[in-house]
């Protein structure tokens, strides 16, 4: 249990997919423009991370490795992941019409999102076990929820701050972003 809580702390705040790998930039700036639409994103990233592990680990272990196609990885936990992505698309267009409009194009590009295979592929480059790989995927997950809520908080205040000419718009959110990066290094010594 002890190792459980190691891999999920260190996968949501020392190892950061965003602040400390610096995947899913694109989704981390575009949809962290409020806290409702970090939500949004966060939760179906979440949803999404956490069913591709689940299904790409019996998939790596149990298909691929038997019949030697592991150099065909990759192109599966695409496959995987697009599918899932549809899922999602679908539930959301359905069930929550507000929150899919709002994310246009950003739901979509969550089958591109290179957290999420940057994630099924660690799992593996780590040698976790079923378990171990949810563990990492949940964890990772929130970490990237954790990334655009800090993000989006910093940017209500952002927008009634004086910020000098040459840094409004990108220039700030991304020394926004390397200052929380700075802060979440400090948890490294923790674990």
Do not use: W
């Amino acid at each position: 249990m002890n190792e459980l809580l190691k891999i999920f702390l260190s996968s949501m705040l020392i190892d950061n997919v965003v602040l400390m790998q610096f995947l899913a930039l694109c989704p981390f700036i575009g949809m962290s423009t409020d806290v409702k639409k970090s939500v949004g994103m966060g939760s179906a990233v979440t949803f999404v991370m956490v069913l591709a592990v689940a299904v790409t680990y019996p998939l790596y272990h149990f298909v691929m490795i038997p019949l030697n196609l592991e150099f065909l990885q990759t192109l599966f936990f695409i496959l995987v992941i697009a599918a899932l992505v549809q899922l999602v698309e679908f539930y959301l267009k359905k069930s929550l019409p507000a929150l899919y409009s709002s994310m246009g194009v950003y739901l979509a590009l969550i089958t591109t999102n290179c957290a999420i295979l940057g994630v099924t592929l660690k799992m593996i480059t780590n040698d976790y076990n079923f378990i171990e790989s949810i563990v990492y995927a949940l964890g990772s997950a929130l970490g990237f929820l954790l990334a655009l809520l800090l993000l989006a908080g910093i940017r209500e205040r952002i927008e009634s701050s004086p910020i000098p000419k040459f840094l409004k718009g990108t220039p700030i959110l991304f020394v926004s972003a390397a200052l929380i990066a700075m802060a979440m290094s400090g948890f490294k010594g923790l674990i």
